[in-house]
Nanobody
């Protein structure tokens, strides 16, 4: 189970930190990632983290503003979003799956099997 939190409304230029807590899985090595989908647009991969080794990947167009991190003790992954723009308005989803070329999630070449319910971010 993946439970996101931290969404909300923010003014342009502001920051938000999303959290995703994972529970109930049995993978020893797994990835977690963040995606977003705006109304009328395709889902976009944002960032991925290999939770055991800490390796991260962020979509190049967002890497200057978005950072993925984790707290392994809490099995929680975070997405720090800075300098937010109205174009960042979307529903943000957390996802997870067994470790296997997870960076391909960002290229839409693979999809994770487990998803959270999503959290809304609105930038005005």
């Amino acid at each position: 189970q993946l439970v996101e939190s931290g969404g909300g409304s923010v003014q342009a230029g502001g920051s938000l930190r999303l959290s995703c807590a994972a529970s109930g899985h049995t993978y020893s090595n797994y990835c977690m990632g963040w995606f977003r989908q705006a109304p009328g647009k395709e889902r976009e991969g944002i960032a991925v983290i290999y939770t055991q080794r800490g390796t991260t990947f962020v979509t190049p167009s967002l890497k200057d503003r978005f950072t993925i991190s984790q707290d392994n003790t809490k099995k929680t992954v975070y997405l720090q979003m800075n300098s937010l723009k109205p174009d960042d308005t979307a529903t943000y989803y957390c996802a997870a799956d067994e470790e296997d070329d997870c960076e391909w999630w960002l290229l839409a070449l693979k999809e994770p099997n487990h998803w959270g319910q999503g959290t809304q971010v609105t930038v005005s």
